[in-house]
Nanobody, 116 residues
Framework: QVQLVESGGGLVQAGGSLRLSCAAS????????MGWYRQAPGKEREFVAA????????YYADSVKERFTISRDNAKNTVYLQINILKPEDTAIYYC?????????WGKGTLVTVSS
């Protein structure tokens, strides 16, 4: 069982930056592929970014690849999402995801609101 707790969301002006964190419980964090998803008001949840167990492989949605950076610190059981040049369309609840074979865990999300 893995529990995920996101933090770092808030209200930011367009053009600003945020770093989201996701702290994971459990001793097998380093085995999981970690990801970030987001759900904007009235829209379905969408993939944002993912990172392999070692941090050597990263994946991004086309809409964010120039502005978002995912990273992880396995010693701290934490995955990060650095978001730069925030846009109003980035407003969403950001969810952390941990995946290993058929195991799939979600956090409760952290709200990011970008004002224009």
């Amino acid at each position: 069982q893995v529990q995920l707790v996101e933090s770092g969301g808030g209200l930011v002006q367009a053009g600003g930056s945020l770093r989201l964190s996701c702290a994971a419980s459990g001793r097998t964090f380093s085995s999981y592929r970690m990801g970030w998803y987001r759900q904007a008001p009235g829209k379905e949840r969408e993939f944002v970014a993912a990172i392999g167990w070692s941090g050597g492989e990263t994946y991004y949605a086309d809409s964010v690849k120039e502005r978002f950076t995912i990273s992880r610190d396995n010693a701290k059981n934490t995955v990060y999402l650095q978001i730069n040049i925030l846009k109003p369309e980035d407003t969403a609840i950001y969810y952390c995801n941990a995946r290993l074979f058929t195991l799939n865990y979600w956090g409760k999300g952290t709200l990011v609101t970008v004002s224009s």
